[in-house]
């Protein structure tokens, strides 16, 4: 009897998984293109024949970027933010909230970032390791986060998101966080005691020795070798945090946690793959069409994942969870707080186009910029910008219907922080911190008009000098520092956690 029972056990587990195989082998393969092959078929679906090379960022190369203010502003008329397409003058915040936002998620989502596809799988979070740490003085708890998404309509492709939440362990209660788009590690992993050290050490000769019994007659000669040694400890006479401190201690010290992000576990940086990651899961390994999510999106849309995992951890404060990242992930952190409104704060640093830059500004990187290399950051639809002969014509940033004033205003009321650093210590002219400054100051007129207060000077974008370096514009809730320092928003963290602790009203 057992026997049949483990016949028709065995047969019913075969049939299973030749349906699974069968299933599977239904399925169409991922697409694998090079980047430049999939750049070319969004030409194709877009019907462009001749895109406009982007510029140089050499400045001694003959089709270096253009850096002269008086050439930059091709279209200086900005799309009014507060306008509606029928023409009406947005007054009251309820118009803003029901009428024109919309409009203006509707422009952004077609045309420049992609549009989030209507059904994307469910990501499931698991705690890999936690780790009890000592950071200099400040005991932590470190948490290793996998977020698993949903593949079985599509297990093909693996997505498994990345992430590390520290928060400081003697400090009561839950804690704000910073989210941070970057590459998640232990800062301080737990060494064994020594006596732990010795039974590792122990057990490891043996089994070297095992594998060659030639190395029992070099460890009897030196017997007091230990092939595996503990790190260096925790400096309990380190100098306490300052301003010159890593920011994740200076985050630390002030009562903050922070959760780093890995983007490359969400989407991959390149062309060639958007028919892997979240993007080619759920297309199904097909490449994308004009109007779905590019790179910035899909990074934004794994940050806001994320947070669904924050909200479920009691050690932190759920609504003073807060969206950093700097160049590339500067970018992918204004996206996060624009779209996605649970974040309460971001710091947005060194962003350029496709971030806090106005589009149509010529100075530096350009729209040219990310219709070519960096396409894939951008829906398909932004290539139209950078067409020089397609079956529409010919279009340029100054065609775009919405611009990144509007992106920022989008966060509004929440509290946003622009950084930059100087061209001189390697923040590049490439980036344009003019052009986020003229974008900082157009969205000022939303933050005013939802009772938030802006950076305090007028709204004309056209007239007000960008402020000289170092200077604090940290009064409202929406601020500006450029630092003395490079392509890196360290300097300015300093100024960012007390202006952020003050407008999230949190007190250590």
């Excluded at 100054?398 to 061209?423: K, N, Q």
């Excluded at 929406?478 to 300015?492: S, Y």
Aim: charged share 20%; hydrophobic share 40%.
């Amino acid at each position: 009897m057992k026997r049949i029972f483990f016949a028709l056990w065995l047969l019913s587990t075969c049939v299973v998984a030749q349906k699974a195989a069968s299933s599977k082998a239904q399925l169409p393969s991922p697409v694998t293109f090079t980047d430049q092959q999939d750049h070319e078929n969004m030409m194709r679906q877009l019907g462009i024949k001749r895109l406009r090379p982007g510029p140089s960022g050499n400045e001694s190369a003959p089709n270096h970027a253009n850096y002269d203010e008086a050439m930059a502003n091709p279209c200086p008329a900005l799309p009014d933010a507060l306008t509606l397409k029928n023409g009406k003058k947005v007054s009251t915040p309820e118009d803003w909230w029901n009428k024109r936002r919309p409009e203006l998620i509707e422009d952004l989502e077609r045309e420049v970032y992609g549009r989030l596809p209507k059904k994307i799988p469910a990501v499931t979070w698991t705690v890999k390791i936690t780790d009890k740490e000592l950071i200099g003085r400040i005991p932590v708890v470190a948490k290793q986060l996998i977020g698993h998404v949903d593949n079985s309509e599509y297990p093909l492709i693996n997505v498994d998101i990345n992430m590390m939440l520290v928060v400081p362990a003697n400090v009561k209660g839950p804690v704000p966080v910073l989210m941070m788009f970057g590459r998640p590690s232990f800062p301080a992993p737990a060494q064994p005691s020594p006596e732990h050290m010795e039974k590792i050490n122990a057990a490891f000769k043996d089994m070297m020795i095992k594998h060659d019994p030639s190395l029992k007659a070099v460890f009897d000669q030196y017997p007091a070798y230990l092939p595996i040694t503990r790190l260096p400890g925790p400096n309990f006479f380190a100098p306490p945090v300052n301003g010159e401190s890593p920011s994740t201690e200076q985050l630390l010290a002030a009562g903050w946690g922070y959760a780093t992000i890995d983007p490359a576990s969400i989407q991959a940086d390149n062309g060639a793959g958007i028919t892997r990651g979240i993007i080619g899961l759920v297309n199904k390994g097909q490449p994308r069409k004009p109007d779905d999510w590019g790179a910035l999106r899909a990074w934004a849309w794994g940050a806001a994942r994320g947070l669904d995992y924050l909200e479920t951890d009691p050690a932190v404060d759920a609504k003073r969870v807060g969206i950093e990242g700097v160049s590339r992930y500067g970018k992918a952190a204004l996206v996060t707080l624009a779209f996605e409104t649970r974040f309460a704060i971001g710091l947005i640093g060194s962003s350029g186009k496709g971030g806090a830059t106005l589009h149509r500004r010529v100075f530096g990187e350009a729209v040219e910029s990310l219709t070519g290399g960096e396409y894939y950051w951008m829906a398909g639809n932004y290539m139209k910008y950078g067409a020089e002969e397609a079956s529409f014509g010919r279009k340029t940033g100054c065609d775009l219907p919405v611009d990144s004033h509007e992106l920022i205003a989008l966060c509004a009321p929440r509290p946003t922080f622009i950084s930059y650093g100087i061209p001189e210590k390697g923040d590049a002219r490439w980036l344009d911190q003019q052009g986020s400054y003229m974008a900082t100051i157009a969205a000022g007129e939303v933050f005013r008009l939802l009772g938030a207060k802006d950076l305090g000077v007028s709204n004309d974008y056209t007239k007000e000098k960008m402020p000289p370096v170092n200077k604090d514009m940290l009064d409202g809730h929406l601020a500006w520092r450029q630092h003395d320092g490079g392509h890196t928003d360290w300097p300015n963290m300093q100024h960012f956690i007390p202006w952020a602790s003050r407008v999230l009203k949190y007190q250590k």
